[in-house]
Nanobody, 118 residues
Framework: QVQLVESGGGLVQAGGSLRLSCAAS????????MGWYRQAPGKQRELVAG?????????GDSVKGRFTISMSRDTAKNTVYLQMNSLKPEDTAVYYC??????????WGRGTQVTVSS
């Protein structure tokens, strides 16, 4: 079992920055990858960024060059960060932390709202 606790998010003006954090606890040694997805009203959930336990990362096309994902690890938890720069109103969405467990099960956080005003 894995528990995900998100923090960060909020309201920011266009061009500003925010950082999201997600702490994973539980059976963290069996997490293959973590990442962030987002869902805007009326739209499907989409990948924002992901990072594997080996440190490889990938990004959605709309955030490349603006967002950076990173991960820190200790014996008790893994924490994944999403640094979001040059935010745009179209980045407004609920952002969900995701963890892939042993390649066969997905865990999700509750989500955190990011609102970018124009």
């Amino acid at each position: 079992q894995v528990q995900l606790v998100e923090s960060g998010g909020g309201l920011v003006q266009a061009g500003g920055s925010l950082r999201l954090s997600c702490a994973a606890s539980g059976s963290i040694s069996r997490i293959n990858a973590m990442g962030w997805y987002r869902q805007a009203p009326g739209k499907q959930r989409e990948l924002v960024a992901g990072i594997t336990s080996g440190g490889s990362s990938n990004y959605g096309d709309s955030v490349k060059g603006r967002f950076t994902i990173s991960m820190s690890r200790d014996t008790a938890k893994n924490t994944v960060y999403l640094q979001m720069n040059s935010l745009k109103p179209e980045d407004t969405a609920v952002y969900y932390c995701h963890a892939q467990f042993m390649g066969i099960r997905d865990y999700w956080g509750r989500g955190t709202q990011v609102t970018v005003s124009s």
